[in-house]
């Protein structure tokens, strides 16, 4: 809707507040970071630390191991995800609803979780291990820790990306088109080839894009199953947090290269996708395909067992959770004991994490709509930029955004650091994109003309926007806060670095439980993490019935 | 009690497209007036200016006297039918229609009542509780209609609100629309690209193009007497003869016609007789002459050009042909049918009355 230019606009404001925001909590620190990592022990610039770096057998292992493990986990789940979304959409396989709802099980459960439930079974007192060692058959699976486990509890936790995506993909894939094909004369496999890959390669890209960007920003897993194998995030971690006082200026140099992956595989995607078109008129929507019954049959035990296998993190720890335990020790059993070690020693974390996600979705909530409504309502030369500043946060991981925020806002007149702010102020940034782009999505479905009718009818924009667009956004307001709630929750990679005293979160009281081997009172408070995850997505799936995989 | 709409002078511009280049127009009190033109012509920039949702370069609206281009929107009381009607999702049909009472912060009670009279008026009082979503194409129409009518607006406003309709429904909706305009006698700004709808509703109808009013007359004086060739082309089917004037005597014009530039063929001298008007020798005019001015005659009618058929169409009431003629080929329709003997390549003479010719006058040089 056009309007008269008015000074007055409140809008006008509010664009500029937003920049401002964005300008002081993105744009500066990764400022602030880079000129960390390129200035001398004495000052001035150099590229010293980006020289030590590569020339470090230490620091250049950390990148190589992060690249290694950023390509397998992707190709890995790249491939479960395809095989499974086509096994789902087009073979057939009974149960498509619940596969997909049960599929966000292990996407949303922190990776952390799913590593040390690894452990618990593969680990060197694992329940497995222990179970193959009676035949003195436990050397045939090797050790779990190190890059196979990395890459075990990623690609488990990753995989349901590349799958929603290739559904969403496959399902929008006109049937006639490659019916079309086969009319033309092209064999199945050369309409495979020809028609239904291209038009699926948005999805699978999409899909591999952030199962790549996950991998390579994990700390929380990369430090439980790990050990000695340091990738870029646990590096920065134990640059900051070392013993000797640490290095700032390394761990600047390791977040900067990070970050450097994450922009240029990010950067990549886009490119390619830019270049092809892939709008489709079609009518006709998802086509299960005649399929022998063998075929079926195959299909549904392969997703089931790959599903069930994924499920097998989530299940371990509440099951375990009830054990009775003592340190590393956990016995079949009937308890409450971890329980009520956890209500007494940590009821501050969880009140924590809960006060801190609430105010951190509140926030995105806020910030979603205004930026949203900005971005797609008054979209201007100006308003171009504040999406293009939106774009960075997709591409930082939790541990560079952390190092950032400290060399920040470490000092005055910007103290940030050692205060509750720092950590509201890195969820609501590395969260409030998405919040934006659901908001954005969900306005683009609206026509002005329903605002446009509004006015006309006589009320003002301001009642327009809270008795038309705000109840009209209201599905794409919660489901982003359902989101937003989610992630920080069990938000970890940042939170380690940025929290002290008595902030620690149930993420954090979680590591700290299973690196000081206390698996029985671990156990409880991941399971009360994942209640706090999964309760949440419980109530939206029953009030939007059953589309919680569309969040994701 | 309804009003009249002035507009004088208006200009817009988007970028380097000039969307309106200067229009004046004068609506009548009680008047249903259409603005038809291709799209891209312009006649929904102009209608939303009258809204008030784009603002004019330049130029001057007002209503009864009151300026309406500096009001924001939401205070020109103005009821306007959108083209995908626009009605509120999440409100039910009885909320929709209550929305521009609720805004005008209205009395229950009162509001109630206003609502039922709208709902009555488009006969669609038995769907009240229903929500958009679950209507048809025409009853969201008239649901659409209900809501502008409910405010009791100095003028309505309707853009392109039969376009989303199938071709029955659509002529049905026309007649409704019609009736409510008639009933109520609201003056109505209508916008529409369908030349057939615009003749069949309109008190007057402003033909635009290129961001200008190319015409403004009451149906049949438009298709009778179109001013601009576009006009001719635009309204009705319109078959363009070319020509230069031989000679002037006794209030008649001798036209030789002219092969259209991209026949090759070689053709006979073609004079034919038209009425003088301020015609003189040596100009050039293009003739605008509808299908059904035209009749099959012998080849010693004055007026005559002789044609092969080459097309013969069917269409019930009227039979459609066409006919190629060394100046052209030519549209014509006849009533009724036409008998047997014709047949696509049979050879006729076609023969007109001069004086149901339009003539423009071509620039010399071409």
Redesign the interface.
Same mark, same amino acid.
């Given at each position: 809707m056009k309007r008269p230019r008015r000074s007055s606009d409140p809008w006008h404001a509010a664009l500029a507040l937003s920049y401002a925001l964005l300008a002081l909590l993105i744009a500066y620190p990764l400022v602030r970071l880079f000129a960390g990592s390129l200035t001398a022990e004495g000052g001035g610039f150099s590229l010293a630390h980006f020289r030590d770096f590569l020339a470090l057998r230490y620091y250049r292992a950390a990148l190589e191991h992060s690249l290694y493990v950023g390509v397998m986990v992707t190709l890995l789940a790249t491939v479960i995800g395809v095989v499974l979304a086509t096994a789902v959409t087009r073979w057939g396989v009974p149960g498509k609803a619940l596969l997909r709802a049960l599929v966000v099980i292990p996407l949303v459960s922190p990776p952390f979780i799913g590593a040390y439930s690894w452990i618990l079974l593969l680990g060197r007192n694992g329940w497995i291990t222990n179970l193959l060692d009676r035949f003195h058959a436990a050397g045939w699976i090797g050790t779990i820790y190190g890059p196979k486990g990395i890459i075990l509890a990623l690609t488990l936790n990753l995989y349901p990306f590349v799958f929603l995506m290739v559904c969403a993909s496959l399902s929008s894939v006109d049937p006639n088109l490659e019916e079309a094909a086969a009319n033309l004369g092209a064999t199945p496999w050369r309409r495979f080839r020809t028609v239904t890959m291209p038009l699926l390669t948005p999805g699978i890209l999409g899909g591999a894009l952030l199962v790549f960007l996950h991998t390579v920003a994990d700390f929380g897993s990369a430090m439980i199953i790990g050990e000695d194998y340091l990738v870029l995030p646990t590096l920065i971690y134990s640059l900051f947090i070392n013993e000797m006082g640490g290095e700032p200026a390394m761990a600047a140099t390791a977040s900067a290269v990070l970050l450097a992956c994450t922009t240029i595989v990010l950067l990549v995607e886009r490119w390619y996708l830019a270049r092809r078109s892939y709008v489709m008129s079609g009518l006709r929507r998802e086509g299960e395909r005649e399929v022998s019954r063998r075929l079926r049959a195959l299909a549904t035990i392969l997703a089931y067992g790959i599903v069930g296998l994924s499920l097998i993190p989530s299940v371990v720890v509440i099951v375990t959770s009830f054990f009775p335990s003592s340190g590393p020790i956990m016995r079949p059993g009937f308890s409450l004991g971890n329980y009520a070690a956890v209500f007494q020693s940590v009821p501050r974390p969880m009140l924590n994490s809960v006060f801190l996600s609430l105010v951190s979705t509140i926030l995105c909530v806020l910030l979603g709509v205004v930026i949203g409504y900005l971005l797609v309502r008054r979209q201007s030369r100006w308003t171009a930029g504040l999406d293009a500043l939106l774009m960075v946060p997709f591409a930082i991981p939790g541990t560079v955004l952390a190092v950032a925020l400290i060399t920040a806002f470490g000092a005055r007149p910007l103290l940030l650091t050692g205060t509750v702010a720092i950590l509201i102020v890195s969820y609501v940034i590395r969260r409030m994109p998405y919040a934006v782009r659901g908001v954005a999505a969900i306005l683009h479905h609206i026509e002005p003309a329903t605002e446009e009718a509004s006015v006309s009818l006589g009320a003002s924009p301001w009642r327009t926007f809270r008795k038309i667009t705000l109840p009209l956004m209201a599905p794409g307001i919660v489901s982003g806060a359902v989101m937003t709630w989610v992630q920080v929750i069990s938000e970890i990679s940042s939170t380690i670095l940025l929290y002290y005293g008595q902030w620690a979160t149930m993420s954090v009281v979680i590591y700290q439980q299973v690196m000081s081997d206390n698996f029985g009172s671990a156990a409880a408070t991941s399971t009360l993490l994942l209640a706090g995850v999964f309760v949440p997505l419980l109530l939206f799936n029953v009030w939007q019935g059953g589309r919680a995989a569309e969040l994701v | 009690m309804s009003v009249g709409l002035t507009i004088k002078g208006l200009r817009k511009r988007f970028g380097t497209h000039e969307a309106l280049a200067g229009v004046d127009l004068e609506i009548r009190p009680g008047e249903f007036f259409t603005l038809v033109g291709p799209s891209g012509c312009g006649k929904t920039t102009l209608l939303r200016c009258v809204?008030?949702?784009?603002?004019p370069d330049a130029g001057e609206i007002s209503c009864d006297g009151q300026r309406l281009d500096p009001l +924001? +929107?939401?205070?020109?009381? &103005?009821?306007?039918v959108?083209?995908?009607y626009? &009605?509120? +999702?999440?409100l039910s049909v009885r909320e929709n229609v209550a929305?521009?009472l609720r805004?005008?912060r209205m009395p229950t009670g009162a509001v109630g009542q206003r609502v039922e009279h709208a709902l009555q008026q488009v006969r669609l009082a038995h769907r009240a509780d229903g929500f958009p979503g679950v209507l048809s194409g025409g009853e969201q129409q008239r649901v659409?209609t209900a809501?502008?009518l409910a405010?009791e607006p100095r003028l309505l &406003?309707m853009d392109e609100p039969l376009s989303n309709l199938d071709a029955k429904l659509r002529v049905q909706m026309r007649e409704e629309i019609r009736r409510v305009q008639r009933s109520l006698g609201i003056t109505t700004l209508y916008v529409t690209h369908d030349q057939e709808e615009a003749l069949a509703l309109s008190d007057r109808i402003a033909v635009m193009d290129n961001g200008r009013l190319e015409q403004i007359g009451e149906p049949l004086q438009i298709y009778r007497y179109p001013a601009t060739p576009f006009v001719a082309g635009f309204i009705g089917h319109t078959n363009f003869l070319t020509g230069e004037v031989v000679s002037v005597a006794g209030g008649q014009a001798q036209v030789r016609l002219e092969p259209p530039a991209e026949s090759e063929e070689p053709s006979g001298e073609c004079i034919i007789t038209l009425p003088a008007g301020d015609l003189a020798p040596g100009r050039r005019v293009m003739i605008a002459l509808r299908p059904e001015r035209f009749s099959l005659a012998s080849a010693d009618t004055p007026n005559s050009l002789a044609g092969r058929i080459e097309e013969i169409m069917f269409l019930g009431a009227v039979t459609r042909l066409r006919v190629h003629t060394a100046p052209g080929a030519i549209t014509v329709e006849l009533h009724g049918d036409i008998g047997e003997g014709f047949k696509p390549g049979t050879e006729v003479h076609l023969t007109f009355d001069g004086q149901a010719a339009t003539i423009f006058e071509q620039p010399r040089e071409r």
């Open positions: - | 809204a008030g949702f784009c603002w +924001p +929107p939401h205070k020109r009381n &103005l009821g306007m959108f083209q995908n626009a &009605l509120f +999702p999440h929305y521009g805004a005008r659409a809501r502008a405010i &406003l």
